[in-house]
């Protein structure tokens, strides 16, 4: 070949390189071109059969076709997917190039409302502990005062185990596993999964969570606990927030409450999210009963508590307006990257 002939193949083997698509298309066109049995070792072998004329300027021309091919491979590999170029061996990695932003994980705001009222009870010196979500029936319901015929031990509200264990409804029962390894006085806060067979729907869900929090020491009273629940709910809500009180009834409990806050969305006025009441129901809560005392080996005469339970999606949802629970567990990124 004399350099025309080669300047025309260096032309052909760059519109190759061009229209070459994939990884393996580009390692074809080099294999084809500079390959042990490609066109460029013939090239070379071809020059000895020229005069010595056309020798230098085809020496020139084969020089030129090597590099212009060599760097036209690399550069469009360059441009391809970087798992794809890991696979080639001729690894053109350009440290100059911007990386690809793959983007930063935000956190949960299921995780962020925990953590505050983690932080929040903090501060009055509760500490957090923990249970698992497998729980005993014991543990449950009956250390908790539930009495046999209680609708919540139906199976059609419990996911209950062969053995008579159970996925626990409700954070409770950790206040009976901390209160038998621990002598009082004692204040805890415990977040957790609770599940119930709830049918999926703008506010249910089988698995949710709850932060429960227990206070035993001495002639501890109602006003302690309302004063706890209100502080939480200005750190929380802020300053505005109204607290009320509802009797109730809880078998764990005596007297028993719920807790509602005025709603956020409408400050108190009513709106579709708090039904145009104005307030939400944010927790359960009361003075522990004694038969719980006792249950755990505490003296009721001696000590007295307050507990409450609240859920975490609930607060979630009033705070930062969350019209409907799935959207908490769809893991849907245009939802989660508003609270980054
Ligand atoms: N466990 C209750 C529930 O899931 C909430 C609750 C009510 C927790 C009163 C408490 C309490 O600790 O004292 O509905």
Same mark, same amino acid.
């Given at each position: ?106 956190? $949960?705001? @299921? ?5 505050? *009222?983690? #932080?929040?009870? !903090?501060? =009055?010196?509760?500490?957090? +502990? ?78 949710? $969570?709850? @932060? ?5 020491? *001495?002639? #501890?009273?109602? !006003?302690? =606990?309302?004063?706890?629940? +209100? ?110």
């Amino acid at each position: 070949m004399n350099a025309t002939e080669i300047e025309t193949a260096t032309a052909e083997a760059l519109s190759d390189v061009e229209a070459a698509q994939t990884v393996d298309a580009v390692e074809a066109v080099r294999i084809k071109y500079l390959g042990r049995k490609g066109l460029l070792p013939t090239v070379m072998k071809g020059l000895k059969a020229l005069t010595p004329e056309e020798r230098g300027p085809a020496g020139r021309a084969a020089n030129t076709f090597k590099q212009s091919l060599n760097s036209a491979l690399g550069e469009r590999l360059a441009g391809m997917q970087d798992g794809d170029v890991v696979e080639s061996n001729l690894s053109p990695f350009d440290a100059t190039l911007p990386g690809q932003w793959r983007g930063i994980g935000s956190q $949960h705001p @299921i995780s962020t409302i925990i953590r505050e *009222t983690v #932080v929040i009870f !903090a501060r =009055l010196g509760f500490t957090v +502990a923990e249970g698992p979500d497998i729980e005993t029936g014991y543990n449950n319901f009956d250390a908790l005062n539930t009495p046999e015929h209680h609708p919540s031990k139906d199976e059609l509200d419990t996911f209950w185990f062969e053995n008579g264990d159970l996925l626990r409804t409700q954070t409770s029962p950790v206040q009976i596993r901390t209160m038998k390894s621990t002598p009082p006085p004692l204040s805890i806060i415990t977040p957790g999964r609770c599940y119930r067979r709830d049918t999926m729907d703008a506010t249910h869900s089988a698995n949710f $969570h709850q @932060i429960e929090g227990l206070y035993v020491a *001495t002639d #501890v009273s109602l !006003a302690d =606990l309302k004063g706890a629940l +209100a502080y939480f709910a200005r750190e929380m809500m802020g300053p505005d927030v109204g607290v009320r009180f509802r009797p109730h009834f809880f078998p764990f409990t005596e007297p028993s409450v719920e807790c509602d806050f005025t709603c956020h969305v409408c400050a108190g006025k009513g709106c579709r999210v708090c039904k145009g009441s104005g307030w939400i129901e944010i927790a359960g809560a009361g003075m522990v009963d004694p038969r719980v005392f006792e249950h755990v080996g505490y003296d009721p005469e001696v000590v007295s508590g307050y507990a409450f339970g609240m859920g975490v999606e609930r607060i979630a949802m009033v705070k930062y307006g969350v019209p409907d629970i799935r959207m908490l567990y769809e893991n849907d990124l245009r939802f989660l990257h508003q609270f980054a």
